[in-house]
């Protein structure tokens, strides 16, 4: 019998093992933008823990990390790798540095990680300043996938780019969806032959939070949030009930306007952002909460659009984790469905089974910092996210052979089990054992902090 991990683990991801599903079904279609602009998030190897132990089949990077790419070896999950905006113009420049690319970037990890797309470029099409590689992107996709013909893997790994909701210059009633016309035939229509012949996906990011934050008196809220109760939209015979079915829809619309209805479509990017600054409007827990819930939901059950229904569209989440050091404002650092310590910004089954009303509330929005020593207010001791995993192994082992009722929430079976991993477990070992011994050490693998780590049923006892 399996087990739900739901009501284990706040982030509900595993309902059945891993690898379970099989090539195709729902489960198969959500994946996570993995990013990694931030100075404290754990490492590629934990990281790829904290990935199986969520029961994620599908990752997306915004590059060819060699640490991360090894990392996710043998892991049963199924990677895109980036082609970054700034190399697009050597790629496109000779085959035989598409050539050297691939030979980097893809054959020193393939097939043991199993790299299925190349996204060449994210957004080029919303920086003017980038249109000089906007005329380099076909000639960059043509010459890397020469090379994987040469490899014999170009019916294996994908090529495609990546583009945001800007390139339509109409979208609403989204029949009308039509591509800009400085990219629509120079550019899009291409590609989108290109995709056609090689049986690619075409990749978009799409983002019903900037749209309705934009005009929220005219979109309400409930219609971004996928709210059943939302109004209905109608376009023509079609009704809408939701402002992500519309933009996708919008898409769809603009590439039959070019003869290309028969695209694979993927939305590459898309999210909520779970804070933000002051004056920036509805970025909170709870409705990240609610918007990715549902869009897991409707993904997993495959639902498809008004236009497309019972379609499979593949999706991923933006973010895995909150990001420091992206630059812009607040809601830039904040579209993580994890803090950068690993633990869940909010509860989320990525199996989709969960409905609503089966989740606990979610929390008011709390302080991330993190503090070095205690203060009189509540702390607790974790484990750090940058530290060795054979010392938090070594430390944790310690504690256990030392006091095991330290560990005994985290056997198999009981409340702090799952998430499955070293820096989970060590977390609330050493948080046992500081609440007794007042020191948060263990070798230099803990940290105090002001963010209370527990979830579920799995509580941490405070310094207070």
Not at 271 to 287: F, K, Q, V
């Amino acid at each position: 019998m399996v087990v739900p991990l739901c009501v284990l683990l706040h982030i509900c991801i595993a309902v059945n093992p891993p690898g379970s599903s099989t090539p195709g079904s729902g489960l198969d279609q959500i994946g996570v933008n993995y990013g990694r602009v931030s100075d404290n998030i754990p490492s590629p190897n934990q990281t790829v823990e904290l990935l199986k132990s969520m029961n994620v089949r599908l990752v997306k990077l915004f590059d060819a990390n060699p640490q991360v790419l090894t990392a996710l070896s043998n892991s049963s999950i199924r990677v895109t790798i980036m082609v970054p905006n700034e190399i697009i113009g050597a790629v496109a420049s000779s085959q035989s540095s598409a050539d050297d690319w691939i030979a980097q970037s893809v054959l020193p990890y393939y097939p043991s990680t199993q790299i299925i797309v190349i996204v060449v470029g994210n957004e080029i099409f919303s920086y003017p300043a980038l249109a000089q590689t906007w005329q380099q992107l076909m000639p960059a996709i043509e010459n890397l996938h020469r090379s994987l013909q040469s490899h014999n893997l170009d019916d294996r790994i994908k090529i495609t780019t990546s583009v945001a909701g800007d390139v339509l210059a109409a979208s609403y009633p989204p029949s009308v969806g039509r591509f800009r016309p400085d990219i629509r035939d120079t550019v899009l229509k291409p590609l989108l032959g290109f995709l056609r012949t090689t049986r690619a996906p075409f990749y978009i990011n799409l983002y019903p939070y900037f749209a309705w934050a934009g005009n929220p008196v005219n979109i309400s809220l409930g219609y971004a949030l996928f709210d059943p109760a939302a109004t209905v939209v109608r376009d023509g015979k079609l009704r809408y009930t939701n402002l992500l079915d519309a933009m996708t829809d919008a898409t769809f619309s603009a590439m039959e306007d070019l003869g290309f209805d028969d695209v694979e479509l993927g939305i590459s990017e898309t999210g909520w952002p779970n804070a933000g600054d002051e004056n920036e409007r509805g970025a909170t827990r709870s409705n990240a909460a609610t918007y990715n819930r549902r869009l897991v939901r409707k993904v997993v059950e495959g639902r498809g659009t008004p236009k497309r229904p019972n379609s499979a569209i593949e999706t991923f989440i933006f973010a895995l984790y909150n990001e420091n050091l992206k630059p812009g404002p607040g809601i830039e650092r904040h579209w993580g469905l994890l803090y950068p310590d690993g633990r869940p910004v909010y509860s989320i089954d990525l199996t989709g089974r969960l409905s609503d009303s089966q989740y606990e509330a979610v929390p008011e929005p709390m302080s991330v910092a993190v503090v070095n020593s205690s203060s009189s207010s509540s702390s607790w001791c974790v484990a750090r996210p940058d530290a060795d995993t054979s010392s938090l192994q070594r430390e944790l082992d310690r504690i256990c052979s030392q006091n095991p009722s330290d560990c005994a929430a985290i056997q198999d079976g009981q409340s702090c089990f799952y998430p499955n991993t070293i820096i989970a477990h060590a977390s609330y070992a050493f948080n046992r054992r500081w609440i007794r011994e007042n020191q948060c050490s263990f070798s230099s693998t803990a940290a105090l902090t002001k963010i209370n780590p527990s979830y579920g049923s799995c509580i941490f006892p405070s310094s207070n």
